[in-house]
């Protein structure tokens, strides 16, 4: 190793890293772990749900879901935003809505539901509430985190011919909230910090970004002119502290 990556690995390695003083205007909500629970949804006759408060205002873009396959199908799956009456239970007509039909894998894995263009207008510190349905009889299950429920919202759960009712008040699913990630604002722009492509900014960065600097691949390039050097190192730095917006 030539004498400037050993400084400039010393000099990242002296860094202090704390997520917490990331900050993003276009994220509204985020609940996005620990998982390990479970809603089991077949079809278009069960529907779930999860209430929400946006920490700022502006145009939802975009509502991401933690989703595995469930049974047979393909399912139609459709993402609908409401606002909610005062027991925080979805109400009144649809404010916006988006489609996505795919097939889902055997494992959980991230799908987004574009809402730009859509011009719903989410106001801070109000309560909203999306729900999930299929149209069609594709089974689907939506993953939930049990014993951590996301501040200001629960999840919710919908059966055949009853009532929205809050997942704790149901002796099957308990005490849950699905993991979904909103955003509100333009479409988040390439963000040179998140290394490893994974739409957070944490540790696992500072690893990626380790890794491709001394693999000289150009996803440690943070200044951006094509060139691995010392410059990139305090790039990445800057970069991190710096956020983006997912």
């Known amino acids: 190793m030539n004498s400037s990556r050993l400084i400039a690995a010393a000099l990242l390695a002296s860094a202090t890293f704390s997520t917490s003083s990331l900050a993003s205007e276009t994220v509204s909500a985020e ?112 993953e939930t985190a049990v014993g951590n429920p996301y501040q200001d919202g629960e999840g919710l759960i919908y059966f055949t011919d009853g009532p929205w009712e809050p997942m704790a008040d149901n002796f099957i699913f308990g005490q849950r909230d699905v993991l979904f990630v909103a955003r509100v604002g333009d479409e988040a722009e390439e963000c040179a910090a998140d290394v490893n492509d994974d739409q957070a900014l944490d540790i696992d960065d500072f690893s990626a970004f380790v890794t491709a600097f001394f693999a000289d691949d150009l996803a440690a390039d943070q200044d951006g002119n094509d060139v691995l050097d010392i410059d990139d190192f305090s790039s990445f730095v800057s970069n991190f502290f710096a956020g983006c917006d997912f």
């Not at 209430?51 to 933690?66: D, H, N, Q, R, Y």
């Not at 459709?78 to 239970?89: K, R």
Request: no cysteine.
């Open 31 to 142: 609940f996005t772990g620990p998982g390990g629970g479970q809603v089991g949804l077949a079809g278009s006759r069960n529907q779930a749900g999860q209430s929400f408060t946006p920490l700022v205002a502006g145009e939802l873009s975009s509502l991401s879901l933690s989703l595995r396959i469930n049974g047979a199908g393909v399912p139609n799956l459709i993402v609908s935003i409401f606002e909610t009456n005062s027991v925080g239970l979805p109400t009144g007509p649809v404010l916006a809505q988006s489609t996505l039909t795919t097939a889902l894998p055997g494992q959980y894995a991230w799908f987004d539901f574009d809402f730009s263009g859509s011009g719903l207008e989410l106001q801070a510190g109000e309560l909203y509430a999306w729900t999930l349905q299929s149209s069609g009889e594709g089974g689907y299950r939506a």
